[in-house]
């Protein structure tokens, strides 16, 4: 092995990488604006639906009530809601989400309330659609905020103190670093969004420098230039490693920047208290550290895509065999956001998963050296291993001059 | 060691394993489990040598075994059997020392980076075949004056025309001034006058630095106008070594005397030229050819009864023309009597 003929391989194939615009764009453009789209683009676009949802005053039906015309009276008087005349239909005008709630008084409610029986309300909803959750909850809040008055009241009426219905306060403090709280909530995301960075940025590089190559006849010449075929190998696997790792890196900067620009967004879309308790922070050590456990990843992606492109005839032919490889790496990926799944040492040997893992824990704060220490050492293992078939397949005339 | 041959080939064979496709829809998922397999004879035990300072013109159809010999000379293939050596080296064994001593063009592709100006691939090589700055510079001068390079080698190689790119391609090949020179296909797709350049570049460099040359062509001008010795295979197997010459003397058969009539009036006294074994065709109004085995009829005698039947203006006599005789070797005539 030459290092002097590796780079020579290397700055060449660079050269033509980087006039090649179908890899110039995964490469740059798409991890530059990718990121901005997914973080500032997605957190504006949930807090204008929910801004503007909360703003509509949902339509709301009494049912019953006929002999209740206090809460009947009282309901009317809110003004976050909007009632409308009762219908039998109720059910299916929530359903076509004409209104969004409807609220069932049983009979006898005033009365039962000023005699102190219990009475049993029963609301009606459209689970998981965002104006009717909101509309039940203010519902809920108000019949809450009714109990609330009545116990007092009553309280009141015996000269018994607040206190007594309230034996125990509980005061939530977070104790968690910031980084903590932010891990929970992007950590599983942005290792995930970098790992497959790392490959998409790969592919193209991959598929030129070895079916490309095969397509445009160059392969035979580069082959009978006096550069061993290993150092062949590594030349190419560097350059597509570069696009891998530049990929990456790009993303990485780029979402900071987005997160930075986000967070002030959020923070004016969104009223100041609600904000605040959205703490954004990532410490650049850990986004380092990440970085560190992908590049074993890195490396076996580059050599794994340079294999599987080289058994290929076409750049068509070696993007068909690329697109399930993408997969591969996407369940594994999706897996590791999975709640409760944690990383263990049986996980930490899978790739992919085992750095999404890891990654989602350091950017937690929370250095498991053990774990750390397997997942790079298995991490660098499978690259190895990937990179010696590749070197391997560059020996086999019947990969290299498939007919 | 004087006049040993630069290469020495030894029953050389290529075997390829290339998957049989079963035919429609049926045969083809049939195919995605279970693969039938038959080996194909590329090469087929060919033996030859070539000294020092020849150019040998290697021809065959297509698919006849040409690019893989190429391939196995050049060290990109491993023969299946057979010996093989080549200015020194086993080509395949010492690959990276013994390409440093060869040159190699390989007509249809280009070793020049596409999107890159031809100046900066030649530099790229310079490095990988570690040749001196001086040496570089001399050699480009040299390549500019037969070739005229200066003109576009700040040019990227995808705006180039064909036959630019076969020049540069020819200068890359030569930039570390190889004694040995392969060309598979060099005129493939070239016009006429671009072909003229590149074989007289040929020419040029093979009177001057005495490099040997190979070069596979389907383009026989290229034979008859560089080589005087031809080799020629078909379906792996060397069916003919030696000079041009002695193949043209030994099968070409056919002679045509082409004649072109002094009016009009004399169209009626052609028929007494007519006999048996002679072929009589009109090219045009005034121009007629005649055909004959040169085995029965005497050129002379021929002429001389043209001359004294009808008045002519013009007379030209002509080979058979040469991709017909191959084209008869093709379709597998016998060619022993020329290799006895």
């Known amino acids: ?403 | 060691m004087p006049n040993s041959p630069l290469i020495s080939v030894r029953d050389l064979t290529k075997n390829f394993r290339s998957a049989h496709r079963r035919e429609g829809l049926w045969g083809g998922i049939v195919d995605l489990f279970h693969r039938e397999y038959r080996t194909v004879e590329a090469v087929s035990k060919i033996s030859f040598e070539i000294e020092p300072g020849e150019m040998v013109g290697y021809i065959g159809p297509n698919g006849a075994g040409k690019s893989t010999t190429i391939k196995m000379l050049t060290g990109i293939l491993v023969p299946s059997s057979g010996e093989l050596v080549s200015n020194g080296f086993v080509p395949w064994r010492e690959r990276t020392a013994y390409v440093r001593t060869i040159g190699v063009v390989f007509g249809q592709r280009t070793q020049l980076w596409w999107d890159i100006a031809v100046i900066e691939s030649l530099k790229l090589l310079r490095r990988i075949y570690d040749v001196s700055q001086h040496d570089f510079d001399e050699r480009i001068e040299t390549f500019d004056q037969i070739l005229g390079l200066r003109d576009y080698l700040n040019t990227p190689v995808r705006k180039l025309s064909l036959g630019e790119r076969m020049r540069c391609d020819l200068a890359a090949a030569l930039l570390h001034n190889p004694p040995l020179l392969f060309l598979d296909e060099p005129t493939i797709g070239l016009d006429v006058v671009a072909k003229d350049h590149i074989r007289h570049f040929l020419r040029a460099i093979n009177q001057r630095y005495r490099t040997t040359v190979l070069l596979t062509t389907h383009d026989l001008d290229d034979i008859e106008e560089l080589c005087r010795r031809i080799m020629i295979i078909d379906h792996g197997r060397l069916l003919y070594d030696g000079p041009l010459a002695l193949l043209k003397q030994k099968l070409l058969r056919t002679k045509q005397v082409k004649f072109a009539l002094r009016d009009k009036g004399q169209l009626p006294q052609l028929a007494a030229i007519e006999r048996e074994g002679l072929k009589l065709e009109r090219v045009d109004e005034l121009t007629w050819r005649i055909s004959f085995d040169r085995t029965l009829f005497a050129t002379a005698d021929l002429i001389r009864q043209i001359l004294g039947t009808v008045e002519i203006r013009d007379l030209l006599i002509e080979d058979e023309p040469i991709e017909e005789l191959i084209k008869r070797i093709y379709a597998g005539e016998a060619l022993h009597e020329v290799n006895t």
């Open chain 1, 1 to 403: 092995m030459k290092l002097r003929d590796i780079g020579i391989i290397y700055r060449k194939e660079m050269k033509d990488t980087l006039r090649d615009r179908r890899a110039l764009i995964s490469m740059i453009v798409v991890p530059i604006l990718l990121m901005p789209l997914l973080t500032i683009g997605i957190g504006v676009l949930s807090a204008e639906i929910v801004g503007r949802a909360m703003e509509e005053i949902p339509k709301v039906m009494i049912l019953g009530g006929a002999d209740s015309p206090n809460i009947t009276a009282e309901l009317r008087a809110q003004s976050d809601i909007h009632v409308v005349p009762a219908g039998a239909d109720y059910a299916q005008q929530i359903e076509d989400k004409r209104i969004r709630a409807a609220v069932e008084i049983p009979p006898g409610f005033d009365a039962s309330l000023a005699a102190g029986t219990p009475a049993t309300i029963t609301l009606y909803d459209y689970k998981n659609d965002l104006k009717s959750s909101i509309a039940a909850d203010r519902l809920q809040k108000f019949f809450r905020d009714l109990g609330d008055r009545t116990v007092r009241e009553r309280l009141e009426a015996q000269r018994l103190p607040d206190s007594l219905i309230h034996p125990i306060e509980v005061n939530e403090q977070n104790a968690a670093p910031p980084e903590k709280a932010t891990g929970e909530l992007i950590g599983g995301i942005v290792p995930y969004f970098v790992i497959l960075l790392c490959l998409t940025g790969a592919i193209y590089p991959a598929i030129d420098l070895t079916a490309g190559e095969k397509e445009r006849g160059t392969m035979e010449t580069i082959l009978s230039s006096p550069v061993s075929r290993t150092d062949l190998v590594f030349g190419k696997f560097l350059t597509v490693l570069t696009a891998s790792l530049a990929t990456a890196f790009l993303a990485v900067l780029s979402m900071a920047v987005s997160f930075g620009i986000g967070k002030t967004l959020l923070m004016s879309l969104t009223d100041p208290g609600q904000a605040s308790g959205f703490t954004l922070s990532i410490n650049p050590g850990s986004v380092a550290a990440v970085f560190v456990m992908v590049l074993p990843l890195a490396v076996l992606f580059s050599a794994a895509l340079l294999a599987v492109a080289l058994c290929a005839k076409s750049y068509k032919e070696a993007q068909s065999y690329l697109q399930p490889m993408t997969i591969l790496v996407l369940v594994p990926g999706i897996v590791s956001l999975l709640p409760g799944v944690d990383l263990n040492a049986r996980l930490a040997l899978i790739p992919v998963l085992n750095t999404s893992l890891v990654s989602k824990e350091i950017l937690m704060g929370t250095y498991h050296w053990h774990y750390i220490a397997l997942i790079f050492i298995s991490s660098c293992v499978y690259a190895a291993a990937a990179l010696t078939i590749a070197v391997r397949l560059f020996e086999r005339e019947d990969v290299l001059f498939r007919t």
